[in-house]
C-alpha cells in the first residue's frame, strides 16, 4: 500500500564498482538528515550492486512530492518520469540535457553551464556526520591514504610506497570495491580494511592524499591538508579549482612530495574555508524552499 505525504521525499543514487560509492554516501547522508527534520523519506539505490553496499533505511512504499537524483550517469529517463507524476526534481551535481526543476552542485562540469536553475559551489559538499563530529582536528603525526572506493586505477600502493620511502608513517585505507587487495608488506604502512574508526583515524592525520571526490571534501571539512591523486577527468578538473584556491597541497602523482609544516597549517586551513560542513544544512534549506514555491 502506497503512502502520501505533502512533505515527503525520495532520494535516488547508484554507486558500484564502475562509479564509486560516493554518491551512494553523500546521498544516504542527505536523507538521513531530511529524516531528522522530519521528512518521510524513501531511499531508493538504484542497482542490486549498490544495495550490497547501504543497510535498509526509509519508507519504500511512500509516495514523493519531490525527488533529489544523485545518479552517476543519465538521469533524463527518471526527470522525465517525475514531471509526468508532478514531482518537483532536484539533480546534484548533474550536467546533462535533462531538465530537473533545479541542480546542486559543487562547481559545473560544463561550461557554459546546462539550462535552468543552479546554485553551485563547495558550500554544498555534503560532509557525513560522522566526520562533523571531530571538528576541530588535531594535527597527527601519520598520513592517511584513500583513493576511493574502488582505487580505479590502482594508485594507492604506488602512493604509501613513495611517503614510506620518505619516511612518512602510513594508514593505508582499501575502498570496499577494490579489485586488487593492497598488500601487507611495506614498511611503514599500516593497510585497513574498513576501519571502524575511519573518521577518527582521518581527523588525526597529519595530511593526507585522496582521489578527488569525497574523501578529499572530508579532509578539507576536518581542515587537513590534502594531495590529490585524480580518478577522472571530472576529479581532475575539480581538484585543478581547488588548487588554485590554495587549499591543496597538490594535484597528480607526479607532482607529490612531503611538504613543510608550515604549508600543511596553511593549506589545512584554507581547505576548512572552503568546506565548511554545512552543505546538507544549505541543501535542505533549498529543498524547503522549493516545497514551500509549488504549495
Not at 578529499?216 to 580518478?231: D, I, N, T, Y
Amino acid at each position: 500500500m502506497k503512502n502520501s505525504s505533502k512533505h515527503a521525499v525520495e532520494v535516488l543514487c547508484d554507486g558500484g564498482d564502475k562509479y564509486g560509492f560516493g554518491h551512494i554516501r553523500r546521498s544516504y547522508t542527505l536523507a538521513r538528515v531530511l529524516e531528522e527534520k522530519k521528512y518521510p523519506v524513501k531511499f531508493t539505490v538504484v542497482s542490486e550492486t549498490g544495495k550490497n553496499f547501504m543497510p535498509d533505511f526509509g519508507e519504500p512504499n511512500l509516495e514523493p512530492v519531490i525527488q533529489i537524483f544523485d545518479l552517476p550517469y543519465e538521469i533524463e529517463f527518471w526527470v522525465e518520469q517525475a514531471k509526468k507524476k508532478n514531482i518537483l526534481s532536484v539533480a546534484l551535481d548533474y550536467f546533462g540535457d535533462a531538465c530537473p526543476d533545479s541542480t546542486i552542485s559543487i562547481y559545473e562540469h560544463r561550461l557554459p553551464p546546462p539550462v535552468g536553475l543552479r546554485f553551485v559551489g563547495l558550500e554544498y559538499a555534503i560532509i557525513r556526520g560522522e566526520i562533523l563530529q571531530h571538528i576541530p582536528a588535531p594535527v597527527g603525526d601519520s598520513i592517511v591514504v584513500m583513493i576511493g572506493g574502488s582505487d580505479l586505477n590502482g594508485m594507492g600502493e604506488a602512493v604509501a610506497m613513495f611517503l614510506s620511502r620518505a619516511g612518512k608513517s602510513v594508514n593505508l585505507v582499501e575502498g570496499p570495491a577494490i579489485a586488487k587487495v593492497y598488500s601487507t608488506n611495506m614498511p611503514n604502512v599500516n593497510v585497513f580494511c574498513k576501519p571502524k574508526d575511519l573518521e577518527a583515524m582521518m581527523s588525526q592525520s597529519e595530511w593526507a592524499v585522496t582521489n578527488g571526490g569525497g574523501s578529499m571534501m572530508e579532509m578539507m571539512s576536518l581542515g587537513k591538508a590534502v594531495h590529490v591523486v585524480p580518478q577522472t577527468n571530472d576529479e581532475l578538473f575539480l581538484a585543478q579549482t581547488i588548487l588554485k584556491e590554495g587549499a591543496l597541497l597538490g594535484v597528480g602523482f607526479d607532482s607529490m612530495h612531503v611538504p613543510s609544516s608550515e604549508k600543511i597549517l596553511t593549506v589545512g586551513q584554507r581547505a576548512r574555508e572552503l568546506v565548511d560542513g554545512r552543505g546538507v544544512e544549505r541543501i535542505v534549506s533549498l529543498i524547503e524552499n522549493m516545497k514551500h514555491e509549488s504549495i
